[in-house]
C-alpha cells in the first residue's frame, strides 16, 4: 500500500502531457517504451484497481481499449493511464477513507479519442464554465477582417449590419451570436463535457445555458477584455465546381478552452447561432431536425474512435421559425473541436492570389495546429507501401529549417505539413470505410486540416452493403457514394496540393527573401512546377498506402484476427464484402453477430450451414435471384475459410475463443445511430415532446460496444439494434439544414 502510494502525481501529469503530444502526431510507441517497468507498472496498477474495486474480474483493460486506435500506441499508453487511474484511485481512496465503487474504474468509457481527458465520475472534478480557460489563438494570429477590424468596432456595429458580403484579406470577422428567446437545453453529451473539462452538473447552472444558447460572451465591453466571437471566411469546391467565398454561415466560434488535465485545446463554436459576413442567402439559423443528427454523430463517431468534431449541448429555440421545404423549429448546437479549418480556407486564398495569407495560414497550422513543424513526418527513405514500417509511421523531429531529399522531390517544411494532412485523412476515411459511414457531402469545405469528420449533412452508416449508396438524395451522380469517398478526398487533397504547390515546390528557396516578397520569377518557375508536381505524386502514394494500411488493420481486428496474412485482404476480406452485397446482408450487424459466433459450431458444413441463418434479415433472405439454399451455403463456404484463419491465430481451444469473441465485441459495435434511429428520434421530439429519449440515444451512442445500457428501456434498446425494418433501409436525406 505504502509503495502504490508513493506514486508521483507530478510524473502522472508529465505523463499524460507525453501521451497527448504523441497521440496528437499519430506516432508509433517507441517514445514512450523507454520508460523503466512498463510491463511491472501494468500488473501492480491492474492489481492494484481490480484489488479496490472489490471486483477481481473487472474488465481494466476493456475499459482502456477504447482510448487510441493504433495498437502499438495503445499498449504504451494504456499502460501510462492504468498508473494515473491507479494514483486517483488512491488518492480518492485514502481521502474518502470508505470502499471505491466498482463502477468509477470503468470512468474512460466515456474519453475522447487521442488522450485521457478525466472523469465525471468524481475522479476528477473538471472546472465550471467561468473558470475554463479562454484564449484567441486564432484571431491572435490571422487576418482579421478589415471593416471589422477589432472586437469594439463589431461589437458597436448594429447587429443587422453584420449580414452577408463579400470579405477579402482576412480568415476571419468578429461576429457576436444572435440572441434566443426562451432557450431550452435538449441535451448534453457526458463525454464532451468531460473530455473538455466542465465538472459534472455545471449543464444546470445558467451560464452554461446562457452561453450555448449564444446569449452569453466572455468579452466586457466596457475594459475590452476577453475573447470575442468570430466567424471563419473559406470557399470551397462543392460537387466538384468551385463556389466561390464560403465561410461560417451560421457557426460562430465563442473562444477556445484548454483542458486542464490534458492541455488540449478547443475551439467551442455554436452551430445555427445567427447571421454572419458568409452567409450568403441563408438565415444563419439551423433546423431541429439537422440539429439533432449532428449532435448524436459527433459524438458517436468519437466513441467508434472515428476521428470527428465534438457535440457539447443541443438547445432548441422554441421561437426562432426556420423555413427550409416547410417552417421548421430552430436549433443550436454546441460543439468543438481542436480546429475548424479546412481544404476551403486555402482554396480561397489561392483563388484570389493571396500567396502572402497562403503562407501565414500554413505556418499557423504547423504551429497552433499541429504540435509545430517538428512534429511532421520526415522524407520516406523508400517509395510508399502499405507493408512498410517507415511508411507507416515515419520518423519525425526534422528541424523547421531542414530540406530532406534530392532533386528534384526535396522536401521542405511546408512539403511535410502538406504530407500529414493527407496521412491523417487517409486514417479517417479508413475508420469511414472499415465501418461503412459515408458522409455524404465531402466538399473541400467540408474536408478538415486535422483529418477529423467534419460539418454533417445528409450521412448514414450502411445498412445493407451497397458500395454505391449515398445519403444525399441530391448527388444523383453518386459522387459522394460510400465506394468514391477515398477517392474523393483525395481529389479535395489536390485541390490543397495545388494552394500549397508555391510552397511546396520552392524546396531550400522557400525562404529567400525574393521568393517571400516578389514570388516566383520566370526563370524558378520550370523547377518549382517539377517539384511541386513530384511531391504531391508521392503524396498521393503516400495517402494510397496509408489509407491501406489502416483500413486492413481495422478489417483484420473486426474480423477476429491477430496475424497478418498475404491472403486476407483478397480471400476473406474481399470475400465477405461480395457475399453481403449480393444477399443483402446488413454491414455492421454481419460482424457483431460474426463476433458471438463459436468456431466450435462450424466444424461441419451443416453446423456452417445452421449458423448462416443468423446473418439473414428478419424477413429471410433478400437480394435478386438469391435462394435460401444457395444463401446458406456461400455462407457456409465463407465461414469454414474464416474458421480456418480463426483457429490459425487462436488455437482449438474454448478459452481462447471466447477470448476472442470479447476482442471483437470490443470493436464491433452493437449499436450504431441509423438513419431511421435518427428518424424516429427526431419525431419524437419535435412532434412527440419527448426529451428523455435524447438521452438514451446519446447514451447508446456513447457506449456502442456494449451488450446493454441503462436507458430504462430493454426493449427499446434491441429494437433500436436490430434488423433495420425493411423500408427504412438506406434511407435518404437533402442538404437542407
Given at each position: 500500500?505504502?509503495?502504490?502510494?508513493?506514486?508521483?502525481?507530478?510524473l502522472?501529469i508529465?505523463?499524460?502531457?507525453?501521451?497527448?503530444?504523441?497521440?496528437?502526431s499519430?506516432?508509433?510507441?517507441?517514445?514512450?517504451?523507454?520508460?523503466?517497468d512498463?510491463?511491472?507498472?501494468?500488473?501492480r496498477?491492474?492489481?492494484f484497481?481490480?484489488?479496490?474495486?472489490?471486483?477481481?474480474?473487472?474488465d481494466?483493460?476493456h475499459?482502456?481499449?477504447?482510448?487510441?486506435p493504433n495498437?502499438?500506441?495503445?499498449?504504451s499508453?494504456?499502460?501510462?493511464?492504468?498508473?494515473?487511474?491507479s494514483y486517483?484511485l488512491?488518492?480518492?481512496?485514502l481521502q474518502r477513507?470508505q470502499?471505491?465503487?466498482?463502477?468509477?474504474?470503468?470512468m474512460?468509457?466515456?474519453?475522447?479519442?487521442?488522450?485521457a481527458?478525466?472523469?465525471?465520475?468524481?475522479?476528477?472534478?473538471g472546472?465550471?464554465?467561468?473558470?475554463l480557460s479562454?484564449?484567441?489563438?486564432?484571431t491572435?494570429n490571422?487576418?482579421?477582417d478589415?471593416?471589422?477590424?477589432t472586437?469594439s468596432?463589431s461589437?458597436?456595429?448594429?447587429?443587422?449590419?453584420?449580414?452577408p458580403?463579400?470579405?477579402?484579406g482576412?480568415?476571419?470577422?468578429?461576429v457576436?451570436?444572435?440572441?434566443?428567446?426562451?432557450?431550452?437545453?435538449?441535451?448534453?453529451?457526458?463525454?464532451?463535457m468531460?473530455d473538455?473539462?466542465l465538472?459534472?452538473?455545471?449543464?444546470?447552472?445558467?451560464d452554461f445555458?446562457?452561453?450555448?444558447?449564444?446569449?452569453?460572451?466572455?468579452?466586457?465591453?466596457?475594459?475590452?477584455?476577453g475573447?470575442?466571437?468570430w466567424?471563419?471566411?473559406?470557399?470551397?469546391?462543392?460537387f466538384?465546381?468551385?463556389?466561390?467565398?464560403?465561410?461560417d454561415?451560421?457557426?460562430?466560434?465563442?473562444?477556445?478552452?484548454?483542458?486542464?488535465?490534458?492541455?488540449?485545446?478547443?475551439e467551442v463554436?455554436?452551430?445555427g447561432?445567427?447571421k454572419t459576413?458568409?452567409s450568403?442567402?441563408?438565415?444563419g439559423?439551423?433546423?431541429?431536425?439537422?440539429s439533432?443528427?449532428e449532435?448524436?454523430?459527433?459524438?458517436?463517431?468519437?466513441?467508434?474512435?472515428i476521428?470527428?468534431?465534438r457535440?457539447?449541448?443541443l438547445?432548441?429555440?422554441?421561437?426562432s421559425k426556420?423555413?427550409?421545404e416547410r417552417?421548421?423549429?430552430g436549433a443550436?448546437?454546441?460543439?468543438?473541436?481542436?480546429?475548424?479549418?479546412?481544404i476551403?480556407?486555402?482554396?480561397?486564398?489561392?483563388?484570389?492570389?493571396?500567396?502572402?495569407?497562403?503562407?501565414?495560414?500554413?505556418?499557423?497550422?504547423?504551429?497552433?495546429?499541429?504540435?509545430g513543424?517538428?512534429s511532421?513526418?520526415s522524407?520516406?527513405?523508400e517509395p510508399?507501401?502499405?507493408?512498410?514500417?517507415?511508411?507507416i509511421?515515419?520518423?519525425?523531429?526534422v528541424p523547421p529549417e531542414?530540406v530532406q531529399?534530392e532533386?528534384?522531390?526535396?522536401?521542405n517544411?511546408?512539403?511535410r505539413l502538406y504530407?500529414?494532412?493527407?496521412?491523417?485523412?487517409?486514417?479517417?476515411?479508413?475508420?469511414?470505410?472499415a465501418?461503412?459511414?459515408?458522409?455524404?457531402?465531402?466538399?473541400t469545405?467540408?474536408?478538415?486540416?486535422?483529418?477529423?469528420?467534419?460539418?454533417?449533412?445528409?450521412f448514414?452508416?450502411?445498412?445493407?452493403?451497397?458500395?454505391?449508396?449515398?445519403?444525399n438524395?441530391d448527388d444523383?451522380?453518386?459522387?459522394?457514394?460510400y465506394?468514391?469517398q477515398?477517392s474523393?478526398?483525395w481529389?479535395?487533397?489536390?485541390?490543397l496540393?495545388?494552394?500549397?504547390g508555391?510552397l511546396?515546390g520552392?524546396?531550400s528557396?522557400?525562404?529567400?527573401?525574393q521568393?517571400?516578397?516578389?514570388?516566383?520569377?520566370k526563370?524558378?518557375a520550370?523547377e518549382?512546377i517539377k517539384?511541386a508536381?513530384t511531391?504531391?505524386e508521392n503524396v498521393g502514394?503516400?495517402?494510397?498506402?496509408?489509407?491501406?494500411?489502416?483500413?486492413?488493420?481495422?478489417?483484420r481486428k473486426r474480423?477476429?484476427l491477430?496475424?497478418?496474412?498475404?491472403?486476407?485482404?483478397?480471400?476473406?476480406?474481399?470475400?465477405a464484402?461480395?457475399?453481403?452485397?449480393?444477399?443483402?446482408?446488413?454491414f455492421?450487424h454481419?460482424?457483431?453477430?460474426?463476433a458471438?459466433?463459436?468456431?466450435g459450431?462450424l466444424q461441419?458444413?451443416?453446423?456452417?450451414?445452421?449458423v448462416a441463418?443468423?446473418?439473414?434479415h428478419?424477413?429471410g433472405?433478400?437480394g435478386?435471384?438469391n435462394?435460401?439454399e444457395?444463401?446458406?451455403k456461400?455462407?457456409a463456404?465463407?465461414l469454414?475459410?474464416?474458421r480456418?484463419?480463426?483457429?490459425?491465430d487462436?488455437?482449438?481451444?474454448?478459452e481462447?475463443?471466447v477470448?476472442?469473441?470479447?476482442?471483437?465485441k470490443k470493436?464491433?459495435?452493437?449499436?450504431i445511430?441509423?438513419?431511421?434511429?435518427?428518424?424516429?428520434?427526431i419525431?419524437?421530439?419535435?412532434?412527440?415532446?419527448?426529451?428523455?429519449?435524447?438521452?438514451q440515444v446519446?447514451?447508446?451512442?456513447?457506449?456502442p460496444?456494449?451488450d446493454e445500457?441503462k436507458?430504462?428501456?430493454?426493449?427499446?434498446e434491441e429494437?433500436?439494434?436490430?434488423d433495420?425494418?425493411?423500408?427504412?433501409r438506406q434511407?435518404?436525406?437533402?442538404c437542407?439544414?
Open positions: 500500500m505504502m509503495e502504490l502510494a508513493s506514486v508521483d502525481g507530478r502522472i508529465e505523463e499524460a502531457s507525453l501521451i497527448e503530444n504523441y497521440s496528437q499519430n506516432v508509433d510507441s517507441k517514445g514512450l517504451s523507454d520508460i523503466a512498463l510491463g511491472q507498472r501494468r500488473d496498477c491492474t492489481s484497481i481490480r484489488m479496490f474495486s472489490g471486483d477481481p474480474d473487472v481494466v483493460e475499459s482502456l481499449y477504447y482510448l487510441m495498437d502499438s500506441l495503445y499498449k499508453i494504456q499502460i501510462l493511464l492504468l498508473s494515473a487511474v486517483m488512491l488518492r480518492t481512496l477513507s470502499p471505491f465503487p466498482t463502477h468509477l474504474v470503468k474512460t468509457a466515456s474519453l475522447s479519442n487521442g488522450a481527458n478525466g472523469s465525471n465520475d468524481g475522479i476528477t472534478t472546472l465550471s464554465l467561468h473558470d479562454k484564449s484567441s489563438t486564432f491572435s490571422l487576418p482579421p478589415p471593416e471589422y477590424p472586437p468596432a461589437h458597436n456595429a448594429p447587429r443587422q449590419n453584420l449580414g458580403r463579400m470579405v477579402k482576412a480568415l476571419y470577422t468578429y457576436r451570436p444572435e440572441e434566443t428567446s426562451d432557450p431550452e437545453l435538449l441535451g448534453i453529451s457526458p463525454a464532451a468531460c473538455i473539462g465538472q459534472a452538473g455545471e449543464q444546470d447552472t445558467s445555458k446562457a452561453t450555448v444558447a449564444g446569449n452569453k460572451i466572455y468579452w466586457n465591453p466596457s475594459t475590452e477584455e475573447v470575442y466571437p466567424a471563419q471566411c473559406y470557399g470551397g469546391y462543392q466538384g465546381s468551385w463556389a466561390g467565398q464560403l465561410g454561415g451560421r457557426a460562430i466560434s465563442l473562444f477556445e478552452s484548454t483542458n486542464p488535465s490534458t492541455k488540449t485545446r478547443y463554436q455554436l452551430k447561432a445567427g459576413p458568409y450568403r442567402f441563408a438565415d439559423k439551423a433546423v431541429l431536425r439537422s439533432i443528427r449532435f448524436i454523430i459527433s459524438e458517436a463517431l468519437n466513441a467508434l474512435r476521428p470527428s468534431t457535440a457539447l449541448s438547445t432548441l429555440a422554441p421561437n426556420v423555413r427550409r417552417i421548421e423549429p443550436i448546437v454546441a460543439r468543438f473541436a481542436q480546429s475548424w479549418l479546412r476551403g480556407t486555402f482554396d480561397l486564398l489561392r483563388a484570389r492570389g493571396d500567396r502572402k495569407n497562403i503562407r501565414k495560414l500554413a505556418t499557423y497550422v504547423a504551429e497552433h495546429v499541429y504540435p513543424w517538428t511532421l513526418p522524407i520516406l527513405p510508399a507501401s502499405a507493408t512498410s514500417s517507415t511508411t509511421n515515419p520518423d519525425r523531429d531542414k531529399g532533386s528534384p522531390s526535396e522536401e517544411r511546408f512539403a504530407r500529414e494532412i493527407a496521412r491523417r485523412n487517409a486514417i479517417t476515411v479508413a475508420y469511414w470505410q465501418y461503412a459511414f459515408t458522409n455524404g457531402v465531402l466538399n469545405d467540408n474536408t478538415s486540416l486535422l483529418g477529423l469528420s467534419l460539418d454533417f449533412g445528409p448514414a452508416f450502411l445498412d445493407n452493403y451497397d458500395p454505391s449508396y449515398t445519403p438524395h444523383h451522380a453518386l459522387r459522394y457514394s465506394r468514391n477515398p474523393i478526398i481529389w479535395n487533397l489536390l485541390r496540393g495545388e494552394s500549397l508555391e511546396i520552392a524546396g528557396r522557400v525562404d529567400e527573401e521568393f517571400v516578397n516578389e514570388g516566383v520569377t526563370a524558378f520550370p518549382l517539384r508536381e511531391i504531391i502514394e503516400e495517402y494510397k498506402a496509408v489509407f491501406l494500411a489502416e483500413y486492413t488493420r481495422l478489417m474480423f477476429g491477430i496475424t497478418e496474412n498475404a491472403t486476407d485482404f483478397d480471400e476473406l476480406f474481399s470475400g464484402l461480395d457475399m453481403m452485397e449480393a444477399l443483402e446482408l446488413d455492421n454481419f460482424f457483431r453477430r460474426l458471438s459466433v463459436k468456431v459450431d461441419d458444413e451443416e453446423g456452417r450451414k445452421w441463418g443468423r446473418f439473414f428478419a424477413e433472405v433478400t435478386l435471384g435462394t435460401e444457395k444463401a446458406r456461400r455462407i463456404k465463407w469454414d475459410k474464416w480456418m484463419r480463426i483457429q490459425e487462436w488455437g482449438n481451444d474454448d481462447r475463443d477470448q476472442r469473441q470479447k476482442e471483437m470493436v464491433n459495435p452493437k449499436f445511430p441509423r438513419s431511421w434511429v435518427l428518424d424516429e428520434l419525431q419524437r421530439v419535435e412532434h412527440g415532446g419527448e426529451r428523455q429519449v435524447i438521452g446519446m447514451e447508446m451512442a456513447l457506449n460496444f456494449e445500457w436507458t430504462g428501456d430493454r426493449k427499446q429494437r433500436w439494434c436490430g433495420v425494418p425493411r423500408g427504412n434511407m435518404m436525406c437533402s437542407s439544414s
